[in-house]
């Protein structure tokens, strides 16, 4: 700002029309306004992945785009919470290892936590699994050194868990004394009276996984649409709670036979889909017909089964951007949460499209 001082103070001391140097002065507020606006917006935005594998193993280029896009910023799954029939309990799942160095990252911790857990817990469970739940989280990050601020709570409530869900984010809370954020869906934005807010001090919107999953070739991506947005995004400024973002970068592909959908796989991409000794591309965009029987790790695939591939890419990610911030307020701080950089294809992103992405909130 000073050096922009020393400017204006310098071209007062010239031998200059006034006319002109009122020109000049304005040109010169306008570069300090521009300059100024564009260090609010970098404050305001942080960029982070979520890493939702159970190992965690970063390999090189996965270490290189956290230090460059992010700073380090990991939201960690360091376990589920499921709900263990035979003994009628629930159970931590899927306890994260760590094979790096931990406390080289800015962890914030994550549990995830099925809905049914809370169907089937008594209200006098409660407070137990949120001492258990806490205990566990304390010796993970003890035990690897993590200083964390933040611990996330992923669970997608229903009106008949919502008493016993939000008592347990309360004790959870009370026992931790550290900043409590929870995922929110976008039903649970647009219906806010209805199925309730969360004590809570953030939310994290899970801008994904909004339409339903078809075995309709012709359905559209159900990871993201902006067809299904639109149905929930004007009541976000309303939330009463303040939102970070949560963003796919994902794919999958539907198996579907007799007209059903058999399951959906992760990690099986456009590259193996266009093999043509297995495959035949169909007319319908991103649809595949499997011309052969055979096995793809572990994956039993039958003659005529369809696939049905759905993608997020750098396009699909600045539509979902754009729609969403033209809903949220630009002035208020917020993280952009990438999902998930465990599985990330680092081959259809670069460093700078998350820089982009993000610069739209």
């Not at 230090?67 to 799954?77: D, F, G, M, Q």
């Not at 790096?100 to 990252?105: H, I, N, V």
């Not at 964390?148 to 919502?162: H, N, R």
Request: glycine letters at 4%.
């Amino acid at each position: 700002m000073k050096h922009f001082g020393e400017v204006i103070d310098a071209f007062s001391n010239m031998v200059i029309a006034p006319s002109i140097l009122r020109i000049l002065t304005i040109f010169c507020l306008i570069i300090i306004t521009v300059f100024c606006s564009s260090c609010n917006k970098t404050q305001n935005t942080t960029t982070a992945f979520y890493y939702w594998k159970q190992s965690f193993n970063l390999d090189e280029k996965q270490d290189n785009l956290l230090k460059t896009t992010t700073s380090n910023k990991l939201y960690a799954r360091f376990f589920d919470i499921k709900w263990n029939n035979k003994k009628q309990n629930p159970y931590p799942e899927s306890i994260i290892s760590f094979k790096d160095k931990a406390s080289s990252f800015e962890i914030t911790p994550v549990v995830f936590i099925t809905n049914q857990t809370f169907e089937k817990l008594h209200q006098y469970g409660v407070d137990s699994l949120a001492l258990k739940c806490n205990d566990l989280i304390s010796r993970i990050a003890l035990k690897h050194g993590i200083n964390y601020k933040t611990i996330q709570i992923d669970c997608d409530w229903t009106l008949g868990t919502k008493d016993k869900y939000f008592n347990f984010l309360n004790s959870l809370k009370a026992l931790n004394k550290k900043t409590l954020e929870v995922t929110i869906r976008l039903h649970q934005v647009k219906y806010q009276f209805k199925t309730g807010v969360p004590p809570a001090d953030r939310g994290v919107l899970m801008f994904y996984n909004m339409g339903q999953l078809s075995a309709d070739l012709s359905a559209p991506n159900s990871i993201y649409n902006a067809a299904d947005a639109a149905k929930y995004v004007n009541s976000l400024n309303n939330y009463l709670l303040p939102l970070d973002i949560a963003l796919p970068v994902f794919s999958w592909a539907l198996q579907i036979r007799d007209h059903k959908i058999i399951q959906i796989y992760g990690k099986m991409g456009r590259a193996e889909l266009s093999n043509t000794e297995n495959f035949s591309p169909m007319q319908q965009k991103d649809s595949y017909k499997a011309i052969r029987s055979f096995f793809t790790g572990g994956i039993y695939v039958k003659t005529g089964d369809l696939f049905k591939l759905e993608e997020t890419n750098k396009v699909l990610l600045q539509q979902a951007a754009k729609q969403l911030a033209a809903h949220l307020n630009k002035n208020e701080k917020r993280t952009i949460i990438y999902y998930e950089l465990g599985n990330l294809n680092l081959s259809a992103f670069k460093a700078q499209d998350f820089k982009e992405i993000s610069a739209y909130f």
